[in-house]
């Protein structure tokens, strides 16, 4: 009877579909509510509503903490699938006010480790929690999720994922567009024309630093950077600026990925910043995010313009919303014009949701979305775990 669901779903002309995503940076769930027609280079996309199911003060500490036994993870898990599940379920009472019904949830979860394979390491695996069955059993819609482990095991690194979703979104007939999602983890997908030429690649540190530099110089009190408004009233210090680019990951020739585990503030930034002594705050933060900003401008210079001509960079996420950090990234890039999603009529906040209710669509399709240049997978893989 499951199957057969899945057989009808595939067969609709239009498929409505709820995207969700929680990110590096642990400030809640984004869940996107999309309609679908076809699949593959045929794909038509249109947002019929976004909102951010934002975590607690607690529950929010309780992801950011490296260190989890497994009693804490299955539990995290749990408690993070009905939090998963009320965003669903909110994005049903969305599909109800447009006249339709979801037929179809993609979640990504909540990444709690991400190891990808490397040359000089033994292990290698990649863990999302927030459990699917329940999102499955709260809004009795059927859930993919856990969709990087297939691109793992396709000798894969399990991201970026979003690559396919870009060139859906963002392909040009004659153009070369970089598109640069700015979470915890910076990562840009090349858009080409042709599907078979994407690539892309995590480029280093997003918001992680920003925030876990304003998390510390504040003792607590803020978490984020609103705006750029410290970085804005700040110098950067070239000492320190040279100690934050001074990253083997940033040597390392794609594909390849990274995450908290060597971006969190408690690795990567200097202890001076950890202490709080020697610098300005000010200073602290307009060092940090001109260092991401050129963290990015390096990638692109070492591994990206070597190969292609970019005419514009599209940045969305909540790196976006950092006046201070895009000012420094149209610095870094110019004459390149950088833009926002937002200005192309798709909010940056709402990118990775949608990017994976596209993931889902595919996968209903039985048809592969990962792009082996991306992720250096030996071959393309339908991503996902299907639970009724």
């Known amino acids: 009877m499951s199957l057969h669901l899945l057989d009808d779903l595939r067969e609709r002309p239009v498929r409505f579909i709820v995207g969700m995503m929680s990110g590096t940076s642990c400030d809640g769930v984004d869940a996107a509510l999309v309609r679908l027609k076809r699949n593959g280079s045929k794909t038509r996309v249109k947002l019929i509503a976004f909102k951010t199911l934002p975590y607690s003060a607690p529950l929010k500490a309780r992801l950011l903490t490296d260190k989890k036994d497994a009693k804490e993870v299955c539990s995290l898990s749990f408690e993070l699938g009905q939090i998963f599940a009320q965003a669903a379920e909110s994005m049903q009472e969305e599909a109800k006010q447009h006249e339709c019904s979801v037929d179809l949830i993609a979640s990504h979860g909540h990444t709690i480790a991400h190891c990808p394979p490397r040359k000089d390491q033994t292990g290698c695996g990649t863990l999302q929690i927030a459990e699917p069955a329940i999102i499955a059993d709260r809004t009795g819609v059927p859930v993919i999720s856990d969709f990087r482990v297939r691109d793992m095991a396709a000798g894969g690194q399990g991201a970026p994922l979003v690559p396919y979703a870009d060139w859906v979104l963002f392909r040009q007939r004659d153009e070369t567009v970089g598109c640069l999602n700015i979470g915890g983890i910076a990562n840009i997908t090349v858009v080409t024309p042709k599907l078979r030429d994407v690539f892309a690649f995590d480029t280093g540190p997003g918001n992680m630093p920003i925030d876990g530099a304003m998390r510390l110089l504040t003792r607590g009190q803020q ?26 990951y940033f040597d390392k020739l794609p594909p390849k990925s990274t995450g ?67 000012k420094c990234l149209r610095q870094e890039f110019a004459p390149i014009e950088v833009r926002t999603s937002d200005k192309m009529g798709l909010p940056g906040d709402a990118r990775e949701a949608i990017a994976f209710a596209i993931l889902g669509n595919e996968s209903l399709c039985l048809s592969p979305s990962n792009v082996p240049g991306a992720t ?13």
């Not at 410290?230 to 990253?247: C, I, N, P, Q, W």
């Not at 202890?271 to 002594?277: C, D, G, K, P, T």
């Not at 401008?297 to 969305?316: C, D, G, K, M």
């Open 223 to 248: 978490h984020l950077d609103w705006d750029g408004a410290s970085a804005a009233k700040g110098k950067v210090l070239d000492g320190l600026l040279e100690r934050l680019l001074d990253h083997d």
């Open 260 to 326: 908290r585990e060597e971006f969190g503030e408690g690795v990567y930034l200097p202890q001076e910043i950890l202490s709080r002594a020697q610098y300005a705050p000010e200073d602290v933060m307009a060092t940090v995010t001109f260092a991401v900003a050129r963290s990015i401008a390096l990638a692109h210079q070492r591994f990206i313009a070597p190969l292609h001509t970019l005419t514009q960079i599209i940045v969305s996420g909540g790196g976006a919303r950092n006046r201070v950090l895009m």
């Open 376 to 388: 250096g997978a030996l071959h393309p893989a339908i991503l996902g775990k299907v639970t009724f």
